[in-house]
């Protein structure tokens, strides 16, 4: 019997993944010593950069009594809680400056911390490891980062709010059954371009990968790169926890995007798609009217995901259907595998055993 996850509550009880790199904010969002929130898999962050150009990230709550730090004053190397002004250094959390205390107090001020997160700036974005609450000391492996494939490239960012859980936005962003409904546009395709296809995915560590192949030919971006005469290819990878990745090369050609979809909350949570590219760099308006068009695309599927958390609200039951679901079936299954592996330190059983054809239409 195939094991799928529970096809109902899938809304509410969706389980975070810790022990993986988020990313948080966007780079640009701090200036000079500003402090800015945010949430990661529930928990509540502050996020800065000290003057030596580090990132880092502190739990947004003081340790003495639960105030936000980030409604403290930084000063390019301490944090200082607004309400009794204890001061933490920004990158270790350690505790430097308790005011309270008179001479000959007995209290190890450098023994108190508060709670502070690996946090990396790459490809425009403030990461922070979320450490798994069960080894929470086993080192943070390097931060992601999106493949390049020349010196020279240009880069741009985009990001939606969805109101589900992390589980349905990732789904959502591996269906390939949803483009001819919610992606139609007369310039684009419509519901009666749908079309059967057949592609080969095969497993790669934590994920899988659709087989490097000639993409379609009704799409616009592959024909702009099959303008450099070459043969034009694409893969698609999905990878634990959250993590979509296509690639297309022609000659000496190529576009790398990276979208995740990072939890904020139980029922909340934010795609971030960032891509690169070393193409028509001279083209002037290759940058915003890409912008305009994956803008489009992320707002469709956005306001899609929003009508469909109405929908969800009421707990209905799932459905996964062969083979379109199937990039589905294997999320939950991979999930649920490494999971398992977390829980009994045992290797991960990989659920795709092999190089398999999936066929649909759309
Ligand atoms: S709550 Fe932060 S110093 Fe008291
Ligand atoms: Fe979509």
Known sequence: ?????????????????????????????????????????????????????????????????????????????????????????????????????????????????????????????????????????????????????????????????????????????????HGPFVHQSWWWRTRHSIHEKEKVFEPVPNGFRIRAHAPSTNSAPYKLLGLSGQPVTTTIEFRLPNMRFEEIHSGKYWFSSRATVTPVTANHCRIDFCAAWNILGWMPLFVPLFRIFARMFLGQDQRTMEKQAEGLKHNPSMMLIDDADRPAKWYFQLKSAYLESKRTGQPMVHPIPGPIALRWRS
Not at 5 to 11: A, E, H, I, S, V
Not at 36 to 49: A, I, N, Q
Not at 73 to 84: A, I
Not at 149 to 173: N, W
């Open 1 to 177: 019997m195939e094991d799928v996850r529970p096809t109902n509550g899938l809304t509410t009880d969706s389980e975070m993944m810790f022990g993986f790199w988020y990313p948080a904010l966007r780079s640009s969002r701090v200036r000079g010593r500003g402090l800015r929130k945010t949430t990661l898999l529930g928990t509540p962050l502050v996020v800065g950069r000290d003057d030596q150009g580090g990132g880092f990230a502190l739990r947004d709550s003081c340790p003495h009594r639960g105030m936000p730090l980030s409604a403290g004053t930084f000063d390019g190397e301490t944090l200082e809680c607004s309400y009794h002004g204890w001061r933490f250094h920004a990158k270790t959390g350690q505790c430097r400056e308790i005011p309270s205390l008179v001479s000959g107090s007995k209290l190890k001020v450098d023994r108190i911390f508060a709670s502070h997160f690996p946090c990396e700036e790459q490809d425009g974005y403030f990461w922070v490891y979320m450490p798994d609450p069960s080894a929470p000391n086993e080192p943070a492996p390097p931060a992601p980062r999106l493949p390049v494939f020349s010196s020279r490239y240009r880069m741009t960012h985009l990001s939606a709010e969805l109101p589900t859980s992390v589980d349905h936005g990732i789904i959502g962003l591996m269906d390939p059954a």
